[in-house]
């Protein structure tokens, strides 16, 4: 079946620029998470959505970065006044269930870069 | 706080020869622990888990891993590496501990490369 999605697969974007990065979990997949890999790193979590509900949002590194699951399917992660520091790939995962013991299954990632 | 340590940034193994990459944790409580691999400009695909029982969990493409408590280590193996064995691996944990929450901590990587 289809996994994980995410668009745009790259963004470019200028300094102080508004981006918006869209991710479509597995269909029926409860949890939800959103990573920052920046280059030569492992991820690092960011916020975990169950259904439409945002239970952690303790990674997200300012109030410039927002992210919603209104429906508790699609999820987007919008970064406000964008930085150079911002430039990483954005991943999002999805899991089954709301089970600790789930598999996180990952999407391609959007790779930010900002000038 | 859980982390995730792998301290080796490469290995290098001829081809048919056995692989291991390694990798140690830190948590409060429990740890469920988990490896993906990473191919170039792809995200991060599922090997294998350790949840609870028997130590040695068997997961995709005929990778294993090793769940020792006492070393708190979590070794990636294989029996016999290919070329396209070749890729990126990162080690993971889930701290079940008291505000471990549902977030996986994630090594720094290991790059592994299988010549021929």
């Known amino acids: 079946g289809a996994g994980v999605s995410q668009s745009p697969r790259y963004k470019v974007a200028k300094r102080g620029q508004d981006v918006a990065l869209r991710c479509d979990p597995i269909s029926g997949h409860v949890s939800l998470f959103w990573y920052q890999q920046a280059l030569g790193q492992g991820p690092e979590f960011l916020t975990y959505f169950q259904n439409e509900a945002q239970l952690d949002k303790s990674g997200l590194p300012s109030d410039r970065f927002f992210a919603e699951r209104p429906e508790g399917s699609v999820s987007t992660l919008k970064i406000q006044r964008t930085q150079q520091e911002d430039s990483a790939v954005y991943l999002c995962a999805s899991s089954r269930y709301a089970e600790s013991t789930d598999t996180q299954y990952f999407g391609p990632g959007t790779r930010l870069t900002v000038l | 706080a859980q982390s995730v340590a792998q301290p080796e940034d490469q290995v290098n193994v001829a081809e048919g020869n056995p692989l291991t990459v390694k990798c140690t944790y830190s948590v409060s409580g429990n740890p469920y622990l988990f490896w993906y691999v990473q191919y170039p400009n792809r995200g991060l695909q599922f090997l294998l888990k350790?949840?609870?029982?028997?130590?040695l969990v068997k997961g995709s493409y005929g990778f294993e891993a090793e769940f020792n408590k006492s070393q708190t280590s979590f070794h990636l193996k294989k029996p016999s590496a290919l070329v396209s064995d070749s890729a990126l691996y990162f080690c993971?944990?889930?701290?079940?501990?008291?505000?471990?929450?549902?977030?996986?901590?994630f090594g720094t990587g290991t790059q592994l490369k299988v010549e021929l």
């Open positions: 993971a944990v889930r701290d079940m501990g008291r505000g471990g929450g549902n977030k996986l901590t």
């Open positions: 350790y949840i609870t029982g028997d130590n």
